[in-house]
């Protein structure tokens, strides 16, 4: 069954302590991975799309990379105004678009 | 440029009725998609039209319906309301079809069912 798994839940960091977000993913004839940014009451936004093994995309803080398998987004010194929930999408072969359930990042000043 | 409108914001109905959610998309997207978002099931794709042809579904049982007009814009109905259609209904608009960029979400329309 075609999936997309999104790690940890929640992750809490202190303000300038750097980590990662997962997303793996098992669908087939990848399309395009992309990552979103959602805040309390909002829809999500936009942030990166990955076409291809081994493409990285950067914005400030936040560099997304891409593997066969997973996507990681790597937080750099994040600041309060990170937190939020990330969510990654797969789109693939069927035309569809799949969403991860989301990590829910919360950083402490 | 104007964003992605979604109306009504918040709304509450009671089981058996029916629900329509309206959706104006970015001027000049032809892609309209619609996700039902909650707590436990995260984002969960309904439906997309492009060009007032339904493109995809996903898997959801035929109570729920969309279509889309001349100017892009969408409509989504729910009918026979049950308990666990409460969720945020979320409306997204893209210049190509959905699954090949960037999507444009509008802020969603609560749906409470009591």
């Known amino acids: 069954e075609d999936q997309v798994t999104q790690s940890p839940e929640a992750l809490r960091l202190q303000e300038g302590e750097s980590s990662s977000l997962n997303c793996s993913y098992t669908v087939s004839g990848l399309r395009g991975l992309f990552w979103y940014r959602q805040d309390p009451g909002k829809g999500p936004e936009f942030l990166f799309t990955?076409?291809?093994a081994g493409e990285e995309k950067e914005k400030e803080r936040l560099k997304a990379t891409l593997t066969k398998k997973e996507s990681f987004l790597h937080i750099t010194a994040p600041k309060p105004e990170d937190s939020a929930t990330y969510l990654c999408a797969v789109a693939w072969a069927t035309n569809k678009l799949i969403f991860g359930t989301g990590t829910l990042l919360a950083v402490q000043p | 440029k104007a964003g992605v409108t979604q109306t009504p914001r918040y709304l509450i109905k009671t089981r058996g009725q029916q629900v329509t959610l309206s959706c104006s998309p970015i001027?000049?997207?032809?892609?309209v998609s619609w996700y039902q978002q909650t707590p436990g099931q995260g984002l969960q794709f309904l439906f997309e039209y492009f060009s007032e042809t339904q493109r995809n579904k996903g898997n959801f049982p035929g109570r729920f319906s969309g279509r889309q007009f001349s100017n892009s814009r969408s409509e989504m109905n729910v009918s026979t309301l049950e308990l666990g259609d409460s969720a945020l209904y979320l409306c997204a608009s893209s210049l190509t079809t959905a699954n090949t960029g960037e999507l444009f979400f509008g802020e969603g329309s609560r749906l409470t069912v009591l």
């Open positions: 001027s000049g997207h032809r892609s």
């Open positions: 990955l076409y291809s």
